[in-house]
């Protein structure tokens, strides 16, 4: 281990969003771009609702936060086209939709009491 190094844990996010796929590229091909920079751990690629006729957009989720870094600085285009990369926080993808690379779901009854006083 090097000297001075920190022990903590990056609970940032190492999910990429991909704003306006290009209509060619598929799940697999996102996969293997991306893969160049680090372990890609999956690839969903969202409609939306609210525009079924516009571009997709892609979620990147990366092993780690510093491949996902090393990605987001260097894979700013695919076969020509350039990509707008932002970080995508889990649990708030855009337009309310969900994904399928979400942090964990809250318990069903957060405050127990409630129930309790609503009940006398």
Known sequence: ?????SSTIDNRTSTL???QVPDAC???QLKAHFAAFGSVLQVDIIQSTNNPAGAPMALVQFSDRMNAELAMRRAKSYAG???ALSWHEPGKAPGGQTSGIEGPKPPPLLNPTLREQDET
């Open 17 to 19: 969003r991909v704003a």
């Open 1 to 5: 281990a090097k000297k001075g190094a």
């Open 81 to 83: 086209t350039m990509l």
């Open 26 to 28: 598929g799940q697999e």
